[in-house]
């Protein structure tokens, strides 16, 4: 249970002064409803205001602080601004502009003859100076020098939400102290509290952000290290193969270096009677399946059985035909089950791996979370670790009396960073060496208003017997958007390529997709125009060129997995990222960046380096786990920092009982990273 302590935190925001409905509405819009949200709210910048006695335009462009009079109202007729003309002490003219107010209501807030202190951005209108929507404060107050901005919603101001942030503090307790002292000094830390009224009293305060940040990321990286402490303290069944399988594969190739050292540290892992919690990552291409299917056999030679997950249906029946290909000859039973399998089919395969005839079962996520019985589940390979939280390793971790191994793989070029955060209770393999003989692709930035040239283009590439992928646009966050765009460019397509183009997008269903997936691979249709749903897996070597639209509006990651569809061994492969008019420099950074390099890790750090100084990192880019508190040049620090602690201080004391570890189940709770604690409970 939550920690009495904090219950003033987790009150609702309602529970402030001030706020009624009216407000409660645009705080709920930035997420905020409990009175720790409106705390964590920290501001995005500040403004610096200088204090004057006297109006001068060399102050233009400055947000100052002064006295001024108002003596005359201007109200233009129709939809234009209110204007109140208003003197300093000097008799120097300033006009007070109101957009969207009416005039009764600036009568109101500046009357005639009365003093008011003003703060707010001096202009330069014409000849006449003006400050528009100032801020107002009683003749007498002074604004602060320095005020924060805060991220705001409609009906908000910067100085209501400090107002409330102050009362927030107000309420917080005193915490006991979750930070190793010795870390604390030399990093020059404050309390908690203290942090937190430094960073809203003073959004400059460096020092004081920073430990705000290290709270949020030591919590995450704590139940990161406790859930791979819960899984580890199980026992399961060591697995040793001996090689037989193995040796009786049949291979046109020979390992990669990468492949042969990840299959050995796998190998080390099985052979242990902890769970193994393996994370592999490598570039799309780079030979993720291969090192999956020896793990495979290693479980299957050891007498067990093995599970291969994939996120979707096309993928799942992907990987079956590759490794039933692959393993063919080899004394092993594949079989494959997703939610298109119903009746009879289902029910044999089903008791075919309750029995331990079947040895290894590919399947779809969603089939493997509903009843399916092995005889004895040894080891789980999931594929496309990203669209698999936490939430899901777990459960997985809860499947039979004993938890089978697991390697999960993915495609997804994730900073070393950000892999920590997400797959803190991981050990990580990666795959950084390419098969040999692959081509690079070459990668091409155009202007969007060349599209005839890019079209003339694909005619030419489709009439000398070449595919093509079209990728549409993100339009925004949403499903039907993106349809729409699709549709309109295949549409467009077809008026000039016919019957030769088809289109595949998410709402399709499952069978619908995979027929125009199969006329794809079988060459009847040459141009496959896609929303992102061919993001992952799909395989079609002659595809050689890919066309993404509006480029900039992808992230990095995954318009180097779509990119990652061609160049899969038909010879030169081409990509051509088509762009905005109006780029920002880090939107043209990026696409150089795409235009540079072919590696997926190199293209991840150095995305996150480009986007470091400006965006917080949230939700915006998948893969990135959602921190609130942590200024992005920082994380990389804080987080090896908050991992190597978080690990010693379950090392110590796992059960976290003692006073250090009391004080870090607070934190746990404070981020909302109870989860973990519920397992030390349970465990
Ligand atoms: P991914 O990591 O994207 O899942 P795949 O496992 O699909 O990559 O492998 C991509 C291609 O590389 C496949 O066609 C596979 O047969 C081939 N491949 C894998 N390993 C090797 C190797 N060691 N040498 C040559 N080709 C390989
Ligand atoms: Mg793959």
Redesign the pocket.
Known sequence: MRPDILNPLFADVTALKGIGAALAKPLERLGLRRVVDVAFHLPTGWIDRVPRDELMASDAGRVIAITLTPREYRTSSGRGPTRVQATDAEGNYVSLVYFGGNSGWAKKLLPIGEPRRVSGRLDTYGQELQIVHPDLGEPEEEFREREAIYALSEGLTSRRMGALAAQAIERAPVLPEWIDSGLKATRGWPDWREALARVHADPADTVARARLGYDEVFANQLAMTLVRQSTRARRTRALAGDGRLRDALKLP????GA?ARTVREIEGDLAQSAPMLRLLQ?????????VAAMALLIAVEAGGQGAMLAPTEILARQHYDTLRKLLSGLPVEVAVLTGRDKGRVRESTLMALAAGEIDILVGTHAVFQEAVTYRDLALVVVDEQHRFGVAERMMLQAKGVRPPHLLAMT?TPIPRTLTLAQYGEMDVSR?DEM???REPIETLVMAEDKLDAVVDALGRHISDGGQAYWVCPLVEESEKSDLAAAEMRAETLRRRFGERVGLVHGRMKPAEKDAVMADFSANRVAILVATTVIEVGV?VPNATLIVIEHADRFGLAQLHQLR?RVG??GGKSRCLLLRGAALSETSRARLALMRESNDGFHIAEEDLRLRGGGEMLGTRQSGEAAFRLVPPDQLADLLQCAQDDARLLVDRDGGLEGPRGQAARTALYLFDRDAGVQLLRSG
Not at 253 to 256: D, G, K, N, S
Not at 282 to 290: A, I, M, Q
């Open positions: 190739y020979a390992l990669t492949q490598g570039d799309v291409g780079s030979g993720k399946t291969l495609a795959l098969p040999p003989g395989d990652g899969r061994g």
